[in-house]
């Protein structure tokens, strides 16, 4: 599958900006993730950008109408890790891709939250500050931090480490993101 059709793909099911804007994010954090990691950047971008694709549309049946739809496109390593990208839905973490999915989704949104209420949005955004958002229970408060905290675990980076590379890639797309 190429990016163009996964793009068709999520725009066919997602038309909401905010969760539009999450695509863009998470994909471009996974992209960044599988270079570092010297892994397939097409397959981990395309998993960022379609992971959440079906929950506008199908919010009863997220992720499963997503990863019906790529594993009859025979995109079995997407599929799996999307189905993958919560842990109360208890599907195991097998590859590198299902766990780096995991530890991305959650935080990135968070970040882009975190932005969000800052005058200069990312521009000087640190580690310490999100973490410090991160104790604040009443901030984005539909983010859950377990999720965060096993994500890391599991792709086995530090928090801090975790958040820089997050807060990197996005600064070096902030106006397209409009979080700059």
């Known amino acids: 599958?190429?990016?163009k059709?996964?793009?068709?793909?999520?725009?066919?099911?997602t038309s909401g900006e905010s969760l539009l804007?999450?695509?863009?994010?998470?994909?471009?954090?996974?992209?960044?993730?599988a270079d570092r990691l010297k892994q397939n950047?097409?397959?981990?971008?395309?998993?960022?950008?379609?992971h959440d694709a079906d929950y506008e549309a199908y919010p009863d049946e997220h992720p499963n109408r997503i990863v019906k739809l790529l594993e009859e496109k025979e995109e079995f390593e997407i599929a799996h890790a999307i189905s993958a990208h919560y842990t109360k839905w208890n599907v195991p973490y097998n590859t590198l891709l299902d766990k780096a999915l995991l530890a991305c989704d959650?935080?990135?949104?968070?970040?882009i939250a975190c932005c969000h209420v800052r005058p200069d949005g990312?521009?000087?955004?640190?580690?310490?500050?999100v973490k410090k958002k991160l104790k604040q229970k009443s901030f984005a408060?539909?983010?859950?931090?377990?999720?965060?905290?096993?994500g890391c675990e599991l792709l086995n980076v530090e928090i801090t480490t975790h958040i820089q590379n997050i807060i990197d890639t996005l600064t070096k797309h902030s106006e397209e993101l409009k979080i700059g």
């Open 1 to 3: 599958m190429t990016r």
């Open 5 to 13: 059709e996964a793009k068709e793909i999520l725009l066919s099911m």
């Open 21 to 33: 804007r999450h695509a863009r994010s998470v994909e471009l954090v996974m992209e960044d993730y």
């Open 41 to 50: 950047t097409e397959d981990w971008a395309i998993a960022g950008m379609l």
């Open 106 to 111: 959650e935080l990135t949104g968070f970040i």
């Open 122 to 129: 990312i521009n000087g955004l640190t580690p310490k500050s």
């Open 141 to 150: 408060s539909k983010v859950e931090r377990d999720e965060i905290k096993i």
